[in-house]
């Protein structure tokens, strides 16, 4: 199958700025990688329907900073889990990548693979001078409405990682 032969993960256009809150989240249907290194198929509008999701977008896999940064929600996963949030990881990696990175260093939660970056695109967080997904944080609620946004995460700001918990009641 050729890339126009296949089907965009998500039907948002591309934004200039990062999404906001208020804003309707844009859905989309992305291959991920579990815990366990198993390749699924994920629709967004179904894992809404289950309730609050924490997009937790990063550069790459691997890499020392991304690293500290999934490994930091990975620590909270069971007060954000107990909280009814479920995360998911992004970028635009593979998912032969996503499997390594999940076999070393085993993620309580799924990374999605939005490999052509249309995702990304969608939610404004595109960084257009490296090619690739910005460090950043989107929680969405399970009505599919944005309720938090740090577009420029930095895992080391602990005041920045304090406000989405403090979003969700927990801080």
Same mark, same amino acid.
Request: glycine content about 8%; proline content about 7%.
């Given at each position: ?18 999404? =906001? ?15 366990? #290194? ?29 690293? /500290? ?7 909270? +996963? ?5 909280? @009814? ?10 998912? @032969? /990548? +996503? ?18 970056? !249309?995702?990304?695109? #969608?939610? =404004?967080?595109?960084?257009?001078? !490296?090619?690739? /997904?910005?460090? #950043?944080?989107?929680?969405? =609620? @399970?009505? @599919? ?10 895992? =080391? ?15």
């Amino acid at each position: 199958m050729t890339a126009e032969e296949r089907e965009p993960a998500t039907t948002a256009p591309p934004r200039e700025e990062p999404i =906001g809150p208020g804003e309707r989240a844009p859905l989309f249907r992305l291959p991920a990688v579990t815990t366990e #290194a198993e390749q699924i198929e994920v629709s967004f509008e179904d894992v809404l329907a289950e309730g609050d999701v924490l997009l937790v977008f990063y550069q790459d896999d691997g890499m020392p900073i991304c690293t /500290s940064e999934l490994k930091a929600f990975a620590q909270e +996963h069971e007060t954000l889990r107990s909280a @009814g949030v479920q995360v998911f990881g992004m970028n635009t990696n593979g998912l @032969g /990548s +996503h499997a390594r990175f999940q076999e070393r260093d085993r993620f309580p939660f799924p990374l999605f693979s939005d490999f052509f970056g !249309e995702v990304v695109r #969608a939610y =404004g967080l595109w960084d257009e001078d !490296e090619r690739k /997904s910005r460090r #950043a944080l989107v929680l969405v =609620g @399970g009505d @599919g409405v944005v309720r938090y946004v740090e577009p420029h995460f930095n895992p =080391g700001n602990l005041a920045a990682f304090e406000a989405v918990f403090t979003e969700l009641g927990l801080a």
